[in-house]
């Protein structure tokens, strides 16, 4: 189950922005999304529901956000590779 929330904006900012209220709206879910995933606080799989998207999209999208796919230490992702 999904609960909404409501974060008032001014009104003109969809237009300042160039965008359609629909689009600036799905932009503001997936820069929440994105920002929660790059904290590690919540899965890519989990960040996708947020914004709307099926997990390998919102991957895909992390890149206009300068996020990267994966949030590993070099190390620790070094070690994975010596162990898989």
């Known amino acids: 189950m999904m609960k909404k929330m409501e974060i008032k904006y001014p009104a003109t900012l969809p237009d300042i922005l160039q965008e359609s209220t629909d689009k600036f ?3 503001a ?3 929440m999304a994105v920002k929660l995933f790059e904290l590690q606080r919540i899965s890519s799989g989990f960040a996708a529901e947020i914004a709307g ?3 390998v999209s919102f991957l895909l999208e992390l890149h206009k956000y300068g996020v990267s796919m994966i949030n590993m230490e070099v ?8 162990n898989a």
């Open 53 to 55: 998207l099926d997990r």
């Open 29 to 31: 879910r997936m820069a």
């Open 25 to 27: 709206e799905q932009e």
């Open 75 to 82: 190390e620790e992702l070094s070690s994975d590779v010596e």
